[in-house]
């Protein structure tokens, strides 16, 4: 009787563990400059030492991106914007729920 | 592949083992054009009867029959080609990388906010972005019916938004021991840079 419920219990816990992954938010923003000015065509992509690398995400005209479905995780993330191929732009955040997060550059 | 390509896949090997075996069996002797029965061997008719072929030579029904096979693949192959797109164009007065994102949509309809339904994904509308760091997008939609000759998006000419910005130490924040930044090729292991 004990084990079966124990059976139960881990079943239940596989299932709320699947639905916390299944559970992503979105990351969203604007990269711009010094002069406030909206900056396209900057890769931003997320990077986490668990899941690995996100899909990248380049910015609008209006220098507005978005990162859909990034799973929620006690450890920070990394947050970079590239231009071409090259680093311009890391920071450390934390994905709880939907993340506004802004990127200036200089 | 799925199991569509390799059905396709299947019919067309079928038809090709056909018509070298006939070729076989003709060069060994076992059968011959020459050998004709009184009725028919073969009768195909196509376009409500308005064409109709018929054969006494069971030979050369063989050969029909195969070509069949790889007439009929090749034609409900095209959906199968129809998802490789060439995109040819060119970007002018860029100094920097360009990339060229295409996008599309496949609304699906919900019952109650319930949705359970099977999509087979056709373009109907392409979107065309060309995209260079410090440079204005350019976006560019295509049509279902252009796509099969492939998305051309001619020559486009960026315009420059602000002056590029080289990395500046400040802004980069450090890694701890142990932890590396994986390459951006290996992106895509979870969420997803999408359309505004």
Redesign the interface.
Known sequence: MKQRLNLWLIAILLLLTQSAWAQ?FS?YGTVS?VYD?????????????V????????T??WG????????PHQAPY?L?A???????????VQVFGPLEWHIM?? | MGTYDYAILGAILCGIIMVFGGIVLLYKGAIRLQVASKDPALTVEMFQNELKFSTRNPALGLFVIGLCFVALSIYFGQDMAATAIEVRGRAENVDEKVTILLQSQWPVDTHEGRVHQVVRPQLDVLWVVVSAPGYKPHYKSFARRELKRGVDFGSVTLTKATPKINPNPARIADLPAGVESPPMSEGGSFGAGGPL
């Not at chain 1, 000015?37 to 030492?49: A, D, L, N, Q, R």
């Not at chain 1, 899941?51 to 380049?58: I, L, N, Q």
């Not at chain 1, 507005?64 to 799973?71: G, H, M, Q």
């Not at chain 1, 590239?82 to 450390?92: S, T």
């Open positions: 992503g990351v400059n000015e909206p900056v396209p065509g900057i890769v931003v992509s997320m990077f986490h030492p899941y690995g690398r996100s899909a990248p995400a380049y609008d005209g507005r991106y978005i990162l859909y479905d990034v799973p990394y970079e590239y231009w071409g191929n090259q680093l311009i732009y890391r920071d450390v550059l200089d």
